[in-house]
Structure formats: C-alpha cells, structure tokens
C-alpha cells in the first residue's frame, strides 16, 4: 500500500489535493517515499482518532476454532448507491470441537438469516463486530462443513476504517470502490479478519447495472448480460488470499488489456480505468510494467500469480492498494506502478503476520522501489540523491523503532509510518544487501519468498530474521534487534593517518548512537581512499567495538579518504578527519581483543599492555559490573543471566555475549 485516506466531508477537497499532487509528483525529476510521507502528512487530518476492540488487530480469539477454507461471494451492487447485499458461502474446517463459530462483521450491517444444510441457524449480532452463530450439533475436530450467511446494509463510508465507498470519478460517472487494510474488510462482508488464516480459494459474483464492470482478484471467468437491465461478473482465484486482500472496482471502466511477457512467463494484463485516463500517456505507464515486472522477477523470482494475472483498476482512494492480482490505483505514474508491483511478492504472496510486522510488506515495497529507480528510472547521480533524501527523512527524529510495538497498533498513522515502516524498512534491506553483497542478497530472497513454509502464507519478523540467518550462515539477531527493534541511528567519528614511508594507513572509528535502545550497532563500514595520482581504493571496516583501530596498507599517497561513499548505511552527522597526531601507542590498540566471545563462565581481555578498569553494562544501560583486569587475568561473568551485554574499558565499548 502506498497510503490511502478516510472519506469525510472534506473528502472532495483533499481529493483535489491529491489529484494536483500526484500531477505534480509524476512530472517530477525526484520521488520517492519521502513524496509519500508528504501524502500521508495530508492526509493526517482526515483520519478519526477511534476507540477500537482488539479484535481490530491481530487476531480474533473467537475465529480461532476453524480454517476457512473457501469463500463464494455473491453480491448486487449498484454504484451510485452507498449499499451492499450478499450472501457469503463459507467453507471451513473445524480445529477443535465446538457447537459455534463466529464471523467478523461491522455491527451496522444486518444479517437476515443464516443457512446451513437447507435449515436456518439462530445467530447473534455482537457490538464487539462479529456474528455468533451456533449449530444444531457440536461439529467434531478436524470435520470440514459449510454455511451462508445473507446480509444488507450501508457500510460506513467515513472515519478511519472506512473501506467501502460509493462516489463519483473527476468526470461525474459512478465509481464504488473497496480498500480493507488493515482492519476494514468486516465493513462490508462477513469473514475471517485474523492475521493466522488465508481462503485459499474465492469465487466472486457480482451483479450490477448492465453498464458498469467490475474489477476484482483472480481470473476473470465470465461476464453474462442477464436480459433484466443487469450484468453478473464471475471472477475466480486459487490463490490463498488474506481478507484484507479482496477488494472490488466498478464503474463505467474503459479496458486496457494485453498480455506480460517476460524471460520467464507470460500472462493477462488486465487494466481497468476511467474513460478519461484512457490516455497515450497511462498507455505509456502501463507499457512500462512489463519492463518493471522483467526487473522484479530478476531479483526476487516470478510473478506469484503468473497462472491468473496481473493488472490496476482505478478508484478515488489516495494513492494505490496492493490488491492481489488487480491492483487499485488512483492514477498511473510508473513510481506508484513499481510499489505497489512489488507487494504482489511481498505483502500478498507473502503477508505479515501482524500487523507489527508490516514492514515485510512496505518496507520490502520501498526497496522495490530503491531496485527500479536504480534499474530504469534514475541516474546514478538522482538515485543517490534520492538515498540522500530518505536518509534525511529517516535521521529527521533520533527514535522510533521499524517493528510497530503493540502501544502503536490502534494508531494507524504508526502502523503505516512513512519514516519508519516504509523509508526505514526498506534501507535497513538495502544494508542487508551491502553486508551480504548483491549476488547471496538476491538468491536469499528468492529463496525467502519461495520457501514452502511462507510461500501464500503468513510471515513474522522471526520467520525472516532467522531464514536470513540460517540460509546465509551469518547470526542476524543483533542486526535486527538494532536495526528493526530498536530505535535510531549511529554517527560515526573517523580519524585517519598514514605513514609516509610504509603507506599504511591507520584508521581509528567511534561511533555514537541517536537513541539509548541500543548500545552499538555493529556494522561493516565502506571507505574509499583517493591519492594524489588519482588512485582509488576501496575497503570494509568491520566496526564491531566502539574507537576501534584499524591498519590497512594502500600502496599509494593518500589525499582524502570518503565514508558511505554510496550511501550503502544508514548514518548521520558522520565525520572524516586527518589526524596525523594519532599516537604510535593509540595504533596498537587494534591488537586488542576480548576473547570466547560468546562466553559461559569468563572472559579475558588480550593486548593489554597494563592493568585497565572495566564496566559491563546490561544492553538497556544498566552497570552490571566493574572492576580492573591485568594482561593475564580473568574477567567472571558466570554469574550474568544468559543475554547480550556492553564490556567498556580503554575508552572502547565491546558488545559480548553470555551463553
């Protein structure tokens, strides 16, 4: 998702905000998710602060009892009125014995009966937005059995949790139009919100007024004129899809249909849009899919649901929606075009499993966005100027963690964070790729998104976090408890010399962090040096411990030496300085090291050259324990609780694990 805004009484001026700002964004030379954050500060004002159950989150402990296996939809639709009646056929198997099962649906909306095996079930509206229904008989465990439920009602067309809107295009012709995420699928049908259980299978029929088409997930089965004035529209998908995916567009759309092909598949590519965007310059955009979609399959594999489709309707909403398989655009610039693409791989094949976790959908998303202006878009010059602008945005507030902490849930503007869950996400993938390098980087999250065990599935941030870890046989977990749970930034303090005879060069690197939640981040450094020839060298810097010395032989005269030379980490207020004062018993300090580390019992510094005090610190701060250790003593911390901890001595901050 891009973003998206409420419907209220001041929905009509914020939509020619937005249609005068995405112009504007299109045209220009510069956009990225700093150009979204800008949207979402628009947008701000049109949100409701809302008092919501919990079952508005994660999970409903009241769905838990069953799988929901297969959904049929039947809807009469009519877009010029704010109004829904359906029936929801719902097939499900039982986890474990019960004599009811509940359904999620907006308490606004009225359910007239509910069928099950030819006879009525009684049933119970709740204020806590769900259906209980009860059975005649306690179905068993593991039993697979069905239902219908049959329901009318206006759905709530303003607030923050609006997700079903009957309006008007900017020409005045009909458009309703659906968004669910995060919470507003149970505004207009009955299901199953909780983010543990995907349909696998839907069938789709919608009947409308003869003229008017309708969009919706899957391959397009057939559309049958009924003879009374009406049109019943039949769409299909065998692909799992999570409730908050399904979405519908209808209106008098004009169809811009063709064919993707790519080196490794080819498939329909369905397009749905206002008459007056039915434009050379949207045929243009969407041309240019093709190209997007080459670069994405390239990187992460191919399309997930190449045996359907993939295609856009158009709709009000700011922005786009990631819809699986059809997704709704507002307009169709190519910057939006690559976002939202990129979450038919991250965020639909793949979708979080909380919505703390929503930056594997957006942050992933971003960073399809870092891999097409790089690719197709941009020059090297804009595109680090681009980098150079997230970095802003991302360092303009010292804290804020990417993973969204429970506190934040209710709160929408946290949950979908331009600065955190999208710009943070998706740099902190673009530091994953510089430690691992291009090449294990891209075959990892091929993998990753491939992996049977996520694969049209739910992920969490663990399930990524320890894949990375087992699939590259690098330990992530204190990379992603500094960088995904933990808040803020390092700055790092360089001060370099070089020896004129041998030309080696000593480096020595502090490092200061912009929040107290972490204690240091250990992080390979990229440094490029320059000499007066017009020489260039490159190499890493493992920082693992804080005004660390570093030797490095050059062969050259140096002249100047650059950090972060492509911007590949995530830092601000960084200093690089000459220091020729760098003492011959400062460069010997890089002898120094702590060893076992990881330790059970004790720890011993080596390379001291006389007795020096130390501190260890628990990782939120806290003094543990101090004391002095000599060249051949022992440091006992057979006492520390299993966990990560700060040892400080000399000026230096070594980060050890007790096991």
Not at 56 to 81: A, G
Not at 313 to 329: C, D, I, L, V
Not at 399 to 414: H, K
Request: glycine share 8%; aromatic share 14%; with cysteine.
């Amino acid at each position: 998702m891009s973003f998206f805004c409420s419907f209220d009484s001041n929905f009509l001026i914020m939509k020619q905000i937005y249609n005068l700002l995405i112009v504007f964004l299109t045209i220009g030379n510069f956009f990225g998710q700093n150009s979204n954050i800008d949207r979402k500060a628009l947008i701000e004002s049109e949100k409701k602060a809302a008092s919501r159950s919990i079952l508005d989150f994660n999970v409903n402990p009241n769905t838990l009892n069953y799988d929901l296996q297969y959904v049929r939809m039947e809807f009469d639709l009519d877009p010029t009125q704010q109004f829904v009646s359906g029936t929801m056929t719902s097939h499900f198997k039982m986890l474990s014995n019960s004599s009811n099962i509940y359904f999620d649906l907006a308490k606004n909306l009225t359910v007239s009966d509910v069928k099950y095996h030819g006879q009525n079930l009684s049933f119970l509206q709740l204020d806590t937005d769900e259906v209980k229904i009860n059975f005649p008989a306690a179905i068993l465990a593991q039993s697979t059995d069905s239902l219908s439920i049959t329901y009318s009602g206006v759905p709530d067309s303003s607030g923050a949790f609006a997700s079903f809107e009957a309006g008007f295009t900017p020409a005045g012709d009909p458009v309703l139009a659906t968004l669910s995420e995060p919470y507003g699928a149970k505004g207009w049908w009955p299901t199953k919100q909780s983010m543990n259980d995907k349909i696998e299978k839907m069938d789709i029929k919608v009947t409308t007024p003869a003229q008017y088409t309708v969009g919706s997930n899957g391959k397009l089965m057939s559309e049958t004129i009924l003879g009374n004035g009406k049109k019943l529209t039949y769409w299909q998908t065998n692909y799992p899809i999570p409730a908050y995916l399904f979405a519908l567009g209808i209106s008098n759309y004009t169809k811009m249909n063709s064919t993707i092909t790519t080196t490794g598949s080819s498939f329909p590519f369905l397009n749905y849009v206002y008459p007056a965007t039915a434009t050379p310059d949207t045929q243009a955009s969407l041309d240019w899919t093709a190209s997007c979609m080459q670069n994405f399959e390239d990187k992460f594999g191919l399309y997930p649901y190449r045996n359907e489709k993939y295609g856009h309707m158009q709709f009000n909403w700011g922005g786009g929606m990631e819809h699986a398989t059809m997704t709704s655009m507002v307009s169709f610039g190519e910057r939006l075009i690559c976002h939202e693409l990129a979450h038919q791989w991250f965020g639909d094949k793949l979708t979080c499993g909380a919505w703390n976790d929503i930056w594997l959908n957006e942050g992933f998303a971003t960073f399809g966005e870092h891999v097409t202006y790089e690719k197709l878009l941009m020059s090297p010059a804009q595109f680090q100027s681009y980098l150079a602008g997230q970095i802003s945005d991302i360092t303009s507030d010292p804290g804020g963690s990417v993973y969204v902490p429970d506190s934040g849930l209710s709160n929408i503007n946290r949950v979908f964070d331009g600065r955190l869950t999208y710009a943070k996400g998706g740099y902190v993938l673009r530091m994953i790729k510089w430690i691992l390098g291009d090449d294990q980087f891209y075959s990892a999250i091929k993998a990753y998104q491939d992996n049977p065990a996520f694969a049209y599935n739910y992920v969490k941030t663990p399930d990524f976090r320890n894949f990375l870890s087992n699939y590259t046989g690098r330990d992530f977990t204190d990379f992603f408890n500094d960088w995904i749970y933990g808040e803020g930034y390092p700055s790092y303090q360089i001060r370099w010399t070089q020896n004129s005879t041998t030309k080696k060069m000593t480096l020595r690197v502090g490092q200061t962090q912009s929040s107290s939640t972490v204690s240091f981040f250990e992080m390979p450094l990229p440094i490029r040096v320059s000499g007066s020839g017009g020489q260039t060298a490159y190499f890493v810097l493992n920082h693992n411990s804080n005004n660390q010395y570093f030797t490095q032989d050059v062969g050259f005269d140096v002249t100047s030496v650059t950090f972060n030379y492509e911007r590949q980490l995530l830092t601000k207020g960084s200093t690089v300085v000459r220091d020729n004062n760098l003492a011959v018993s400062d460069i010997s300090k890089d002898k120094i090291n702590v060893y076992p580390n990881p330790a059970k019992s004790f720890i011993k510094i080596s390379g001291l050259e006389k007795t020096a005090d130390y501190e260890i610190f628990s990782i939120d701060g806290k003094l543990i324990k101090k004391g002095n250790s000599n060249p051949d003593s022992e440091i006992n911390i057979s006492t520390l609780v299993k966990g990560t901890y700060i040892l400080k001595f000399n000026d230096q901050s070594v980060k050890i694990i007790k096991e």
